[in-house]
């Protein structure tokens, strides 16, 4: 039988870096934290925490985080599904943690927190990261669930698909008048600031090969913030790839314009999340599935 309070103190150093931290989400002292992992570590023979900062979980470390998750939600069904039950232990509510990219958080997903929020008291925690990379924070047991462009599943896991978050190439008008007088060409693009996220974000250089043939590289500024791109674009900082939602209601007004209209970025993505039968995922599912229905594109080829 597995040390489900060892578990609690070992999901909690894996979740916030450090023991310490740990420590003050679960109201003890950091030693007490400490010895509980060693504990379970000692008793399994297996290391499984890699300390650090932030500490990190080994592979052992990760799957028994997952599982104390799992048990969390499933033991939550139970204690909220009966009366007597509930009336006996209280109740509590788990919180939910979820991965997903930055422009989610601020286009569509706070949709899907609004409609889940309407059936479910419990909060959720949301990390961001790559979209390419919210699946390893499912893989290693820190979130219950991601938004990804992996249309794989991680071991343990389900995944469907939601429809693509599409983008256009939109400036200022006096932006483009500076930079694009006669209209975008390669020799243009290498010349015009244009705005990244980070290293890992090529929807820029995926643009330009569509509409000049090859992958062009202009002069960078780097803005990790869907708002901060707008407000760098707003300014006639650079130009940027925007989604078509937020980027629309501006190019009406005629504040941006399309750099090159009917010439768009679609980004997959998926829903992957724990493989167990839980209402709260259920319902986390459902509105999900149902704000992205609403936002984003579905693909031709899936239409």
């Avoid at 597995?2 to 989400?25: K, Q, W």
């Avoid at 790559?130 to 499912?138: F, S």
Wanted: aromatic share 6%; charged share 20%.
């Amino acid at each position: 039988m597995l040390d489900y309070p060892a578990l609690a103190a070992l999901a909690a150093v894996i979740r916030t870096g450090s023991f310490d931290a740990a420590a003050e989400t679960l109201s003890v002292t950091p030693s007490a934290v400490s010895q509980r992992v060693k504990g379970l570590e000692e008793r399994l023979g297996l290391p499984l925490v890699i300390r650090g900062t932030p500490c990190r979980p080994t592979e052992a470390g990760a799957r028994l985080a997952a599982h104390l998750d799992q048990v969390t939600l499933l033991e939550h069904d139970m204690l909220t599904g009966d009366p007597v039950w509930a009336a006996a232990f209280g109740g509590a509510r788990p919180t939910l943690k979820i991965a997903l990219n930055a422009d989610s958080l601020g286009t569509w997903f706070p949709g899907a927190a609004a409609r889940f929020a309407a059936v479910k008291p419990n909060t959720l925690s949301l990390v961001l990261d790559d979209e390419a990379d919210t699946a390893e924070r499912l893989r290693s047991g820190e979130v219950i669930a991601a938004v990804t462009t992996a249309g794989k599943a991680v071991a343990g896991c389900r995944t469907l698909s939601l429809g693509s978050l599409r983008y256009v190439a939109a400036a200022t008008p006096d932006f483009r008048d500076r930079y694009f007088p006669d209209g975008v060409t390669a020799e243009r693009l290498a010349e015009a600031p244009v705005l990244r996220f980070s290293s890992r974000d090529r929807l820029q250089l995926k643009w330009t090969e569509k509409v000049a043939g090859q992958a062009i590289k202009g002069p960078t500024h780097w803005v990790p913030s869907t708002q901060g791109f707008l407000d760098f674009t707003l300014a006639s900082v650079c130009w940027s790839l925007t989604p078509e939602r937020l980027a629309a209601p501006l190019i009406a007004s005629g504040r941006l314009v399309d750099l090159v209209p009917g010439v768009t970025i679609d980004v997959p993505l998926f829903w992957q999340h724990l493989r167990i039968t839980a209402r709260l995922i259920e319902d986390l599912t459902k509105a999900v599935r149902e704000e992205a229905a609403d936002w984003l594109v579905v693909p031709e080829a899936d239409a």
